[in-house]
């Protein structure tokens, strides 16, 4: 119908059938309503302009200019396809654009932490989530994956002068393993972050001295619920998960040792195993007071009665680090001392197997002589002596 007469006839009939009008407008021969025809939309969630082209929403840009010129172009393409189609005497499908979907940064970290939900542990998926959803927010969320430089990766890595080599490292390796789970997906056809220049790992060697593992203990009281965790990890060696998830289940042969299934132990495929965790004797009365205070789930919480997370732990010890002015102090080396001092006094073989790795990481992570070099020179005198008497 010509605009002049759908001009007249909307000035004839009362405003409250406009819509009625419209609707009859919008209906073929046979009654059928006539789809409305496309054209550029903005999508507030991506800061994009978007087009549903063949039945699929394809991105256009993010100014009108750049998506009205984009919009044409691909509706010319479809066209253009469709023409080429029906001379060829092929079925011509409306359904499917002529040209490929842009992929969106965002849009393939989020396809990848779903899949990390589903098949990976909850604490695995908590990482990735928080560190793509940062590498997201410092990018742009309208980046997409052929915009996507090395650049971008570096710059962000390099911008938190915070972070230490190793967390640069994990966080570009993280984000270059999405890039690789997209291309065996087919979701993307190239990566452009395959090779980045990541800063090199360094371990951190810290073992604590018997003068600061005394201050850390006088720092709290003797009921002090924190003070148990800290005694716990200190003489059983236990991973700080290990501390946080041992419950009354996990007791067996009188209180001797803590098994942990092979669903819920650290190690992946053929060397994932029950997990044996020894308990030495001193230990044994609290863990027992423990059980028998919460029967069900973890054992050390608390004043509320609250499952220690890895944030409340963080905290505390963020405050002990300030207190005593000890500048590298975390969870992990309490295990790093323990460890340390047991290959002093027992097999290797043996140590690693009460740790829950093999030798070669008991030596290569978890062993620094470096802090213990008067302790085992007294050892090595002793042990030269016995055998000169």
């Known amino acids: 119908m010509p605009k002049s007469a759908l001009s007249l006839l909307l000035?004839?009939?009362?405003?409250?059938?406009?819509?009625?009008?419209?609707?009859?407008?919008?209906?073929?021969?046979?009654?059928?309503?006539?789809?409305r025809p496309a054209k550029p939309f903005w999508k507030k969630s991506h800061r994009a302009y978007?087009?549903?082209?063949?039945?699929?929403?394809?991105?256009?840009?993010?100014?009108?200019?750049?998506?009205?010129?984009?919009?044409h172009r691909l509706k010319f393409e479809q066209?253009?396809?469709?023409?080429?189609?029906?001379?060829?005497?092929?079925?011509?499908q409306l359904d499917k654009p002529i040209t490929t979907k842009v992929e969106m940064v965002v849009d393939v970290c989020t396809k990848y932490l779903a899949h990390v939900q589903k098949n990976r542990k909850e604490r695995t998926y908590q990482w990735y989530r928080?560190?793509?959803?940062?590498?997201?927010?410092?990018?742009?969320?309208?980046?997409?994956?052929?915009?996507?430089?090395?650049?971008?990766?570096?710059?962000?890595?390099?911008?938190?002068?915070?972070?230490?080599?190793?967390?640069r490292f994990d966080y570009i390796r993280a984000v270059q393993g999405v890039f690789r789970w997209g291309?065996?997906?087919?979701?993307?056809?190239?990566?452009?972050?395959?090779?980045?220049?990541?800063p090199s790992p360094?371990?951190?060697e810290i073992i604590l001295t018997d003068k600061q593992w005394k201050a850390i203990l006088a720092s709290y009281?003797?009921?002090?619920?924190?003070?148990?965790?800290?005694?716990?990890?200190?003489?059983?060696?236990?991973?700080?998960?290990?501390?946080?998830?041992?419950?009354?289940r996990h007791m067996q042969q009188d209180g001797r040792v803590a098994v942990f299934l092979k669903k819920e132990s650290k190690n992946k495929g053929k060397r994932r195993r029950n997990r044996v965790l020894y308990l030495p004797p001193p230990l044994r009365p609290m863990l027992q007071r423990l059980c028998e205070k919460y029967p069900e789930g973890p054992i050390f919480r608390n004043k509320d009665g609250n499952p220690w997370t890895t944030n409340a732990i963080r905290s505390r010890f963020r405050r002990i680090r300030k207190k005593l002015k000890i500048e590298q102090l975390f969870m992990y080396a309490i295990r790093h001392t323990w460890e340390t001092h047991m290959l002093l006094e027992q097999p290797l073989q043996?140590?690693?197997?009460?740790?829950?790795?093999?030798?070669?990481?008991?030596?290569?992570?978890?062993?620094h002589p470096q802090f213990v070099l008067k302790e085992m020179l007294d050892k090595l005198d002793d042990d030269w002596a016995k055998q000169k008497s």
């Open 11 to 35: 000035n004839i009939v009362p405003f409250r059938d406009y819509h009625v009008v419209a609707d009859e407008l919008r209906r073929d021969e046979k009654g059928r309503t006539m789809p």
């Open 79 to 92: 066209k253009a396809g469709e023409l080429e189609a029906s001379r060829n005497g092929a079925t011509v």
């Open 221 to 248: 009281l003797e009921d002090d619920p924190f003070r148990d965790l800290l005694v716990f990890a200190r003489s059983s060696g236990a991973r700080p998960q290990e501390s946080k998830k041992i419950e009354a």
């Open 130 to 167: 928080d560190t793509l959803k940062h590498f997201c927010k410092e990018v742009g969320r309208d980046l997409t994956v052929e915009e996507l430089i090395p650049h971008h990766l570096t710059e962000w890595a390099d911008r938190h002068h915070e972070w230490s080599s190793t967390t």
């Open 350 to 367: 043996l140590v690693a197997e009460l740790a829950g790795h093999d030798a070669k990481t008991a030596m290569a992570t978890y062993h």
């Open 50 to 71: 978007y087009a549903n082209i063949g039945g699929k929403p394809v991105r256009l840009g993010t100014t009108w200019e750049e998506a009205e010129k984009e919009f």
């Open 202 to 204: 360094e371990s951190r």
């Open 183 to 198: 291309i065996r997906q087919r979701l993307i056809t190239t990566n452009p972050i395959e090779y980045v220049e990541k």
